[in-house]
Structure formats: structure tokens, C-alpha cells
């Protein structure tokens, strides 16, 4: 589409301020951002929209402008709801570098903007599809409340009789078609299956969508990209990580060009409503970053509970307390360093800190997530639950366990991060007050290492382990945990590959049952007198006496660390 059609079309609220001569570029996308320099998110042909918020000072403008014109923008939208009117120095320099300029009414969203364009760029696909992109920009005129994901899979649902979930990386559904009796519900195992198989599939460079067949079911594959990450990426791991896919119960092997084309166009609504979201985020990401700055810095306690007054009625509107403040710490690295770890770590812990069991998008709001060099760090707020839900205690706080965030994201992550990307995950302690952040955040970082010090691509400990003697057996060196482990274990190793006498799985209940020789044998369904015998070999084989404490602890280790 060209630029003067957006002024042909009253209800976008543009106003021409400058740049008559050049509207006969081409329009190629759309971008909103507030970004100071935004010039590696375009690739060019974009309509920039922008709130200004970027703009400090006057000077600030013509640098901006530069920017933009040396990315090949086709023209900026700037909005007029945080000024009375668009800042004569961005006219005057839009004017020097010959981009055209336009304003935009305060009671014109830029999502509306964003589709329309969308939907112009697109309007070259079948007719199915320009149907479905017209339904749903009627009923998404009166906001995100009367759209989203759901409207555009309820649309395939009835048009075209399509069962269609929009899924996360990690299988979290986010959104699903609600066919009559059909429902948009996906077993979990089946999600985190299909979420691996296309992070396995966008690995390799394939196009989608991709093919799987599970539980007898085949499902076609369609990405979802953030159409401004997308447009910067270099390199498949900046974005695989935390892109949407579209899985729908059909094989598209048997689609014709016009069908794919549908569905092309279908995850590109899907993306400008991600955006939106997306954009949302922007406030809590700044006052994430706010408060860590704070911390770091060493700022005074009440410096930092003032900020944090700032951000708990962000996060949790309506809270008449306090709430008590959770921090987790992430790390993406890839091995040969070339890609940043800290913005995959981000928009990774929005998705991973969300309950598995929560759908749809909008749980991620109570998080808020900073990248902090090649780390993220996550503020969490956990309002406490009114006792007696769970034992009667008074005051319970439902915090986030490390063990539980690893089972719901390991199996799909694994397969996007392949055999030369890790995440590491280091979960802090819940604490009531800024004094006790600082430490909070050094625990969730001590706890990290914890975890990176463990085999696995993706790896996850808590606060719990940091009191433990878990917490030393990651650093304790390979030669010596070999010599340790092997002088212990290697001769009732080779007794039980010789004989089949069990020695080791015997040595493993006897220690969990605390020396227990009827609990022991209970477990193991022994007579007493075989599980004396069996100790007794122990005892001959190593020369160690398991009646004495020293020596159940140097067994103890070696197994953990075996």
C-alpha cells in the first residue's frame, strides 16, 4: 500500500504534517516503539508509530529522524494523547530529512493503525482470508476487550471448520477455538510435545508449518513471531525462544497455496495482537529495572520500598497489603557467545514464571522481568493467601519453587535450546520488606550458579538447596569427585555385576531409612538377617563400618554425587 492511503481513511485520525512530495512510498509493515534508537528492529518500508516518549529534549528529534531515515522507513506517526501537539523540533527535522511526518488523534489506538495496515499489505490473499481480517477488525474496534487470539481461532473454528490453539514455547495455551462440543482444551503432555517439536523443527531452519503426528492426531505447525523482533533477528535463537506458535488439528500437506496463504495471514493478527500485549509490558519491565538499580546500588531501604509502593499496584491492582516479593534469576548462553543471553532470558522468564495451569496471556501481568547484561531478573509479588486453605497457616504465602517451573519447561526448552544453548534458573526465597531484596536477589544468583554447576540444558534450584549439602557437591572439582566416588563404590559395583547382588540399590534404603533395619527390609521385602549379610558385604568390600556416622556420610556423598 502506498502512504496516501492512510490519509484516504478518515477513522485512523491522521493528519498530514509534512512530507506531501513522498507519499507514493510503499508501505511494507508497520512498527510502534518508544525507543531511543530503534534502528535494529527495522528493516525498512516500516510506519513507524510513537508515542515520543523517547523525546527529552529538543535536540532529541533530529537525532531520532536520522535514525529512522538511515533505516528506510516509509513515514513516522507520532500520537498527540501525551502532548497537546506534535513538538515543533520533530516537524522541522522529519522536514530536513524528508520523512513524512503524520499525527495521530488521541482517540485513535495504534493497534487499530497497525491492523489496518496489516490487513492492506495482506489484502492480495484469497478472499477467505480478507473475510476473516474484516471480522475481526470489527470486532476489534472497541478494544482489546472485544478481541484477541480467541476471536481470530473462533473465526477459523466457524469459517473454515479448524480446531486451532495458539500455544507458548514452553505448551502454556494461551489462546483456543471453542468449536461446539469440541473445546479448546489440549492435554499437557500434548501441548509441551507439540510446543518441542516446533522449537526442535525452527532449529533447523525449516519454514512451517511443520507436520507432527501425536496420539494418532497430526497437527500442522504455523510460527508466531514478534513482527518487530522477527524483522531484527540475526540468527534463529534471538526469537526462538519466546515466539507463539499456532498448532491446528489438520494436515496442511493437503492445503492449496490460498489456504496456507490464510493461515499466514491469521498468524500475522495473531502477532500485531501479541505486540499489543507486548507493549504493556514495557511499564513493568522499567520499574523492574528501577528497583534492581536501586538494590544494586546500595540505596537506601526506604528509597527502595518507595519504589516498590510504586510497582505493587501495577502488578497487583485492587491489593490492600503489602505483598511479599519473590526474585528469580535466569541465564541463556549459547556456546559460542555471539548471541546477547540477557533479551532471550527476559521475554523467557515472562512466559516460564506464568502457573503452567494459567491460560490465556494475561497472567504474565503480575510479573516483571529486567535484563541486566546476559541475566534477567524477575520481581515477583505473591499476595498472601488467608490461612486455613492449606493446613490452617495464618498469613500463607503461595511462592514459586524451582522444581516445579523446571518440570513444566524442560522438555519443550531443551529441544529449542538443541546441543549448544543452556538456561540456568535460580529461584530466591519470599521476603516481606526492601531490606530484605538485596539479599533475596544475591540468593536467586547463588542459586543459579547452583544450577549451572549441574549436567542438563536446562536446569533450575531454589532457596531450599542453598542450606544443604547439595549446595557444595556442584563445585567439589571432577578429578576429585571421581577419586572420592570411586573408591567407595567401584568394588560394590563390580560385586554386583559379577554376583547380581544388589548391594549398591541395598547401600541406597539403608541410608534413606536412616540405619533402620526394620524399616530397611520392610522397603527392600528382606529378611532381617539378608539385609545384615548384604550390609556386612558392604562393610568387607570397603572397610568402612556403616554403624558409624563418618562413615554413612562419606557413602551419603558419594552416592549424590555419582
Known amino acids: 500500500m502506498r502512504l496516501r492511503a492512510l490519509l484516504e481513511t478518515e477513522a485512523l485520525g491522521l493528519r498530514l504534517l509534512g512530507g506531501e512530495d513522498e507519499l507514493d512510498r510503499t508501505v511494507r509493515g508497520v512498527m510502534t516503539t518508544d525507543l531511543r534508537d530503534p534502528s535494529r528492529y527495522l528493516s525498512g518500508g516500516e510506519l513507524v508509530l510513537t508515542g515520543l516518549a523517547w523525546r527529552r529534549e529538543p535536540e532529541d528529534s533530529e537525532r531520532f529522524v536520522r535514525i529512522l531515515t538511515g533505516a528506510g522507513v516509509a513515514g513516522l506517526a507520532a500520537g498527540e494523547a501525551e502532548m497537546a501537539s506534535i513538538p515543533d523540533d520533530l516537524i522541522r527535522a522529519c522536514a530536513r530529512h524528508r520523512l ?35 471480522r475481526h477488525r470489527r470486532l476489534m474496534t472497541s478494544g482489546p476487550a472485544g478481541g484477541g487470539p480467541e476471536v481470530v481461532l473462533d473465526l477459523l473454528g466457524s469459517d473454515l471448520d479448524l480446531r486451532a490453539w495458539v500455544l507458548s514455547p514452553t505448551g502454556r495455551p494461551i489462546a483456543g477455538s471453542s468449536l461446539a462440543g ?14 518441542g517439536e516446533h522449537l526442535a523443527a525452527s532449529r533447523t531452519g525449516r519454514r512451517g508449518p511443520h507436520r507432527v503426528t501425536v496420539a494418532g492426531d497430526t497437527y500442522s505447525l504455523f510460527p508466531i513471531s514478534h513482527s518487530s523482533r522477527a524483522l531484527a ?37 495473531i502477532a500485531v495482537e501479541r505486540d499489543r500485549r507486548d507493549a504493556a509490558r514495557t511499564v513493568r519491565r522499567r520499574l523492574a529495572q528501577e528497583v534492581l538499580e536501586l538494590v544494586q546500588a546500595g540505596a537506601a531501604p526506604a528509597e527502595i520500598a518507595a519504589r516498590l ?41 515472562e512466559e516460564m514464571l506464568v502457573a503452567p ?12 522481568v529486567a535484563h541486566m547484561g546476559d541475566e534477567a531478573v524477575a520481581l515477583v509479588p505473591l499476595p498472601a493467601v488467608p490461612g486455613g486453605a492449606e493446613g490452617g497457616e495464618e498469613g500463607r504465602i503461595p511462592g514459586l519453587h ?22 540456568t534458573l535460580g529461584v ?13 536477589l544475591e540468593e536467586a544468583r547463588h542459586a543459579r550458579r547452583v544450577a549451572a554447576a549441574r549436567p542438563g540444558r536446562v536446569c533450575a534450584a531454589g532457596h531450599q538447596e542453598l542450606a544443604s549439602h547439595v549446595l557444595l557437591l556442584p563445585f567439589v572439582p571432577d578429578d576429585v569427585r571421581r577419586a572420592f566416588t570411586a573408591r567407595l563404590l567401584d568394588p560394590l559395583r563390580d560385586y554386583d555385576r559379577r554376583h547380581r547382588a544388589e548391594l549398591i540399590p541395598t547401600l541406597e534404603a539403608f541410608l534413606d531409612c536412616d540405619g533402620s533395619w526394620t524399616r530397611c527390609a520392610t522397603r527392600l521385602h528382606l529378611h532381617v538377617n539378608t539385609l545384615r549379610y548384604r550390609v556386612g558385604r558392604i562393610e568387607q568390600l570397603t572397610g568402612r563400618d556403616l554403624s558409624r556416622l563418618e562413615d554413612k556420610l562419606d557413602f551419603f556423598l558419594a552416592l549424590r554425587m555419582s
Request: charged letters at 25%.
Open 233 to 269: 533477528a540475526r540468527d534463529v535463537r534471538e526469537t526462538v525462544l519466546s515466539d507463539w506458535l499456532l498448532a491446528v488439528e489438520a494436515d496442511a500437506g493437503d492445503w492449496s497455496p490460498e489456504r496456507l496463504d490464510l493461515l499466514d495471514g491469521v498468524t500475522q493478527l
Open 309 to 349: 509502593r510504586v510497582a505493587a499496584p501495577v502488578l497487583l491492582p485492587g491489593l490492600g497489603t503489602a505483598p511479599h516479593w519473590q526474585v528469580v534469576v535466569a541465564r541463556v548462553e549459547w556456546e559460542d557467545g555471539e548471541i546477547p543471553g540477557g533479551p532471550v532470558a527476559q521475554a523467557l522468564l
Open 428 to 440: 530466591s526465597a519470599a521476603v516481606h520488606s526492601a531490606e530484605g531484596l538485596r539479599g533475596a
Open 402 to 423: 524451582a522444581d516445579r517451573i523446571l518440570a513444566a519447561v524442560r522438555e519443550p526448552l531443551s529441544r529449542g535450546l538443541d546441543d549448544d544453548g543452556r538456561l
Open 182 to 195: 469440541a473445546g479448546p482444551e489440549l492435554p499437557a503432555a500434548v501441548s509441551a510435545t507439540l510446543a
Open 100 to 134: 513524512p511526518l503524520f499525527s495521530v488523534n488521541e482517540n485513535v489506538s495504534f493497534a487499530s493503525i497497525t491492523e489496518h495496515v496489516v490487513r492492506q499489505v495482506s489484502s492480495e490473499r484469497a478472499g477467505d482470508l480478507a473475510a476473516v481480517v474484516d
Open 357 to 368: 495451569e494459567a491460560a490465556g496471556p494475561e497472567p504474565s501481568d503480575r510479573i516483571a
